[in-house]
């Protein structure tokens, strides 16, 4: 029976030279239960927690020694570390290794504690090889700021200041030293690629922390635990990358997870060996101890902060759909309560999905110098634009000069009628809104919501599916004579930044925009309604390509009738060297029928359709995918309880710096 050796390391409590962290403990238990509760029986899962005092180097070290060291040829090692990350300066004969000139590095409870030194990403690399050397599976996870290579060769916010020098070698691994069978040094330990690493940001980057998975988590493990549970069985490494890499994208824009090796074979295998359950096995309602409970939890993908408790489970099957509430999401397991119906509780029911939380989008409003009469006219336009005059259902007003605070939209107010709405990078998203076509506060408003939405869209998912990974999309590169959409030629592969990158191309002189097959797959054994939307970088909603439409169980459809599909710029944007847009492809897929049309967007500059705070006309699975701003009850006539799942791919599309980079 293959075995998963994890050895988990979490970092709260630091001594004197580091600032305590939040997360790190709950981290830990986070994966010790995905790993106690989402792995097949057919594989048995040995862990070893190391947290705050017990997280010492001499003890990391050991751990991988003593303990991922017993994995064999069919067994899977996971080290997962979430604490602080810090970098050092290169030693001088190594700088050619380190274009940066520096090295990454793990900080352990007592590093920079007299003289223990952190644990370098070149120790890393020996403690690796070692495991790798039986044949195991071995596996990285940081959440760690500066974690981007902390695996290369040797690796609040979770960041240490740097030390001014680097350590004395005498006080590292004596393996990091290449020797002459006399005991003369004659270089360092450069190390081999034989494991995967997942890491939460870039080695320049910083890694979050956040209260969106319940307790204060970080928001790389959250959102790779999340993915996971959203995959399905078989899920590979890059496609797990590229669902995380989009969760963290909708939240924050400084943080961006890697992948390494980005390409290859490590990276297409299935995570942790393929061992994974299917989410959606064995989901079961029940009466226990007194209560109606779900057999997911947070382990499971199920979000944790529902504060107007609107992630509701329904009876698969039922129409109208029999739901239930949720109360309390722990880690294996969920209380609820059933919502106008009474079940038998000498009965167990099969649970689907029915509704998920969407978070409202975070918009500082003002700051210094700006127009503070035009700024108390948009707070209190925000506090009245929702149903019935009540608050915007999609945006929650916040103190732009709280510190630490990363608003995910801001509000500039640069003059008296002037309003200009920036990203949380500061990056302007439109010019001034003014009083030339009307009034600027209402359409500041009406542009914030429409963003707010659109952002919406783009994160929505479902946390725990039976399909997913039943339905799989991919870009398949045009050749010249191409006339419909070739079934068996190899798809792209996502760059190690998780999107699909497509090349303008240099023809005669002028830049052709890429073209592509976008071809769609159904792996399951029934039929199932899919519909691709396009999210564009213009905050336009559109499924233009693939309308819904029914996809045979094992049959593969293509978008636009099997025709070629152009990734141009948008209008505005001349096809120059350097010229990006950015899409996201969202797959929708469901057992029922539904309709794509409540899901259309306009480009965000284009007319404004009249406002309205009558309830949404939403119909089908739809009404069921976190969109009760409005109407929150189930009641008669609710839509029947079927499973559905979505999966998201990015697509950039570039115009290359030099002409001999034009493909794609």
């Known amino acids: 029976m293959p075995v998963i050796y994890a050895l988990l390391v979490g970092v709260n409590a630091y001594r004197d030279v580091a600032t305590p962290l939040s997360g790190c403990r709950n981290d830990v238990s986070a994966v010790a239960a995905f790993l106690s509760n989402r792995i097949d029986s057919d594989t048995s899962v040995v862990i070893k927690e190391l947290c705050d005092e017990q997280a010492t180097r001499a003890a990391v070290i050991d751990g991988f020694r003593s303990h991922l060291g017993r994995a064999g040829k069919r067994d899977t090692a996971l080290f997962w570390f979430?604490?602080?990350?810090?970098?050092?300066?290169?030693?001088?004969?190594?700088?050619?290794?380190?274009?940066?000139?520096?090295?990454?590095?793990?900080?352990?409870?007592?590093?920079?504690h007299g003289p223990v030194p952190d644990l370098y990403d070149k120790e890393i690399a020996v403690l690796t090889d070692e495991v790798?050397?039986?044949?195991?599976?071995?596996?990285?996870?940081?959440?760690?700021?500066?974690?981007?290579?902390?695996?290369?060769?040797?690796?609040?916010?979770?960041?240490?200041?740097?030390?001014?020098q680097p350590p004395p070698t005498d006080l590292l691994l004596p393996e990091l030293i290449i020797r002459t069978p006399e005991g003369d040094p004659t270089g360092f330990y450069v190390g081999g690629a034989d494991h995967v690493a997942l890491a939460a940001c870039r080695?320049?980057?910083?890694?979050?922390?956040?209260?969106?998975?319940?307790?204060?988590?970080?928001?790389?493990?959250?959102?790779?635990?999340a993915a996971a549970g959203q995959l399905g069985p078989g899920a590979t490494y890059r496609e797990l990358h590229t669902a995380t890499r989009c969760e963290v994208e909708n939240l924050v824009t400084r943080q961006v997870p890697q992948l390494d090796p980005a390409?290859?074979?490590?990276?297409?295998?299935?995570f942790l060996g393929g061992t994974i359950r299917p989410p959606g096995a064995g989901m079961t309602m029940r009466w226990v101890r007194g209560n109606w409970e779900v057999d997911a939890g947070a382990c499971h993908g199920l979000p944790t902060v529902d504060p107007d408790r609107s992630l509701r489970l329904a009876v698969h099957g039922t129409d109208p759909a029999r739901e239930a509430g949720v109360t309390?999401?722990?880690?294996?397991?969920?209380?609820?309560?059933?919502?106008?119906?009474?079940?038998?509780p000498a009965r167990q029911y099969p649970i689907v999905v029915s509704s998920v939380p969407l978070p409202q989008t975070t918009v500082a409003v003002g700051g210094v110098p700006d127009d503070p009469a035009t700024v108390d006219r948009l707070l209190s336009a925000l506090d009245t634009a929702g149903p019935a005059g009540g608050p915007s259902a999609y945006l929650r007003a916040v103190d732009p000069l709280t510190p630490g605070l990363e608003p995910q939209l801001r509000v500039r107010v640069p003059g008296p009628g002037r309003i200009r709405i920036l990203g949380d990078d500061g990056v302007p998203i439109t010019g001034d809104i003014d009083d030339s076509d009307g009034d600027p506060v209402e359409r500041a408003v009406q542009a914030l919501e429409h963003i707010a939405r659109w952002r919406q869209l783009r994160s929505l998912t479902n946390p725990l599916s039976g399909l997913a990974g039943a339905v799989s999309m991919e870009l398949v590169p045009t050749r010249p004579g191409d006339v419909v959409v070739p079934m068996h030629r190899p798809g792209l592969p996502a760059a190690p930044d998780g999107a699909v990158r497509l090349r303008y191309r240099l023809v005669q002189g002028r830049w052709s925009a890429p073209t592509v097959f976008v071809r769609i797959h159904n792996a399951s054994d029934r039929p199932l309604y899919c519909t691709l939307l396009d999210l564009t970088d213009r905050f336009r909603v559109h499924s233009d390509l693939f309308s819904v439409q029914v996809i045979a169980a094992g049959g593969t459809a293509a978008a636009l009738r099997g025709a070629p599909v152009g990734f141009t710029l948008p209008d505005n944007r001349k096809p120059?060297?350097?010229?990006?847009?950015?899409?996201?492809?969202?797959?929708?897929?469901?057992?029922?029928?539904?309709?794509?049309?409540?899901?259309?967007?306009p480009r965000l500059h284009d007319p404004w359709p009249a406002t309205s705070r009558a309830p949404m006309a939403l119909?089908?699975?739809?009404?069921?995918?976190?969109h009760r701003v409005v109407r929150r009850d189930a009641g008669p006539g609710a839509a029947a309880a079927h499973d559905w799942a979505v999966t998201t791919l990015p697509v950039v599309t570039e115009v290359p710096q030099t002409a001999k980079h034009g493909h794609h």
């Open 82 to 112: 979430s604490g602080h990350g810090s970098f050092a300066p290169v030693w001088e004969p190594l700088s050619y290794l380190e274009p940066s000139g520096h090295m990454q590095t793990l900080m352990c409870v007592d590093s920079r």
């Open 132 to 164: 790798a050397a039986s044949g195991a599976h071995v596996v990285l996870v940081f959440d760690s700021c500066h974690s981007g290579g902390a695996n290369r060769d040797a690796l609040a916010t979770r960041w240490t200041p740097p030390p001014a």
């Open 203 to 225: 080695s320049d980057e910083s890694a979050t922390e956040t209260l969106r998975y319940g307790p204060v988590h970080g928001l790389f493990t959250g959102a790779l635990l």
């Open 263 to 270: 390409n290859g074979t490590f990276a297409d295998q299935p």
């Open 328 to 344: 309390q999401v722990l880690t294996e397991r969920s209380l609820v309560i059933p919502i106008g119906w009474q079940p038998d």
């Open 576 to 601: 120059v060297p350097g010229a990006t847009a950015r899409d996201w492809l969202k797959l929708l897929v469901a057992e029922e029928q539904f309709s794509a049309v409540p899901f259309a967007m």
């Open 619 to 626: 119909l089908g699975v739809i009404d069921r995918l976190g």
